[in-house]
């Protein structure tokens, strides 16, 4: 669905997903399209959500079709949407229908996430992040035992019985972590 906000006016083509309470924005990757990349979100709290016929917009300055608009009641900030095709637009609109009267029936039974709930739920999804290897602090490269004294090397206690001459060393090539390793957790996308 295609996306103008405001203060910048240009046309955006991005992903919506409508929750309680909140719209997520992605944008598509452009060389792989199964990848998303969360852009930032919309409060619905706070918005009103205006149906606009076929036409030109003042607001804009560009012609619409399938469009509708998202009303900041506190201040004048406007996103204008447009929908591939009148199906599409009407969909989305009864779904801001039906996420307002959602919430209108949550608080209506006093349902509230607590804010020890939330709190829950992070360090859930933290020990989930964790149990599946992703790393938590991102910025933070791994750390490693300290390197060896180059004295020492080598000195080793060989048991009694055994020759020196039938003892070998081996020795790994030490590896250096590139620094796209210590950036990878960052720079991982949601998928799909």
């Keep these: ?6 203060p910048y006016g240009r046309n955006q083509q991005r992903v919506f997903f409508l929750f309680d309470h909140q719209m997520v924005l992605c944008k598509k990757d452009l060389i792989r399209r199964d990848i998303l ?40 900030e406007v996103h204008l949407f447009f ?9 989305w609109l009864r779904a801001f229908r039906e996420e307002r009267k959602m919430v209108q029936e949550d608080e209506k039974i006093g349902f509230e996430i607590s804010e020890n709930q939330k709190r829950q739920a992070a360090m859930t999804v933290r020990k989930v992040s964790k149990q599946k290897g992703v790393n938590s602090a991102r910025s933070v490269p791994p750390s490693y035992p300290p390197p060896q004294d180059p004295l020492n090397q080598g000195q080793y206690l060989v048991p009694d019985g ?20 210590q950036n990878f957790s960052r720079l991982t996308p949601f998928k799909k």
């Design 1 to 6: 669905m295609a996306w103008i906000y405001q």
């Design 83 to 91: 929908a591939k095709k009148l199906e599409e637009k009407i969909r």
């Design 162 to 181: 055994i020759a020196q001459s039938q003892v070998f060393e081996f020795t790994e090539p030490k590896r250096s972590q590139s620094p796209f390793w």
């Design 37 to 76: 990349y969360y852009k930032g979100r919309i409060d619905m709290d706070k918005y009103d959500v205006v149906d606009i016929e076929d036409g030109r917009d003042d607001d804009f300055n560009v012609s619409m079709k399938n469009a509708f608009k998202l009303h900041n009641k506190e201040t004048e």
